[in-house]
Nanobody
Framework: QVQLEESGGGLVQPGGSLRLSCAASGSIDRIGTMGWYRQAPGKQRELVAKITVGGNTNYADSVLGRFTISRENAKNTVILQMNSLKPEDTAVYYC???????????????WGQGTQVTVSS
């Protein structure tokens, strides 16, 4: 079984910064694309940013230039550095990863349990 564990959420003032981290653990053979999604109250879950094994990245237009996604392949970890945070960034942030378990020959999609990010003065 594979688990994704997030950390780093919290309360921050507008203009502040937060760093989210997500570590994958379990019977992992390989990890493909990793990413972060968010869901605000009353809204659908949306992509924030994702990164491939080779380091190619995609960002939502709303976070471009403010957020940076990176990964540490040796540690099975993906990181989201969030700067210049705005109240509209308030949401539950979910880690996402495509993982090939040690006993399988295909990739499955996994989600973390979510971490709350609140931007408010």
């Amino acid at each position: 079984q594979v688990q994704l564990e997030e950390s780093g959420g919290g309360l921050v003032q507008p203009g502040g910064s937060l760093r989210l981290s997500c570590a994958a653990s379990g019977s992992i053979d390989r990890i493909g694309t990793m990413g972060w999604y968010r869901q605000a109250p009353g809204k659908q879950r949306e992509l924030v940013a994702k990164i491939t094994v080779g380091g190619n990245t995609n960002y939502a237009d709303s976070v471009l230039g403010r957020f940076t996604i990176s990964r540490e392949n040796a540690k099975n970890t993906v990181i989201l550095q969030m700067n210049s945070l705005k109240p509209e960034d308030t949401a539950v942030y979910y880690c996402n990863a495509f993982v090939r378990a040690a006993t399988l020959y295909h990739y499955d999609e996994y989600w973390g349990q979510g971490t709350q990010v609140t931007v408010s003065s």
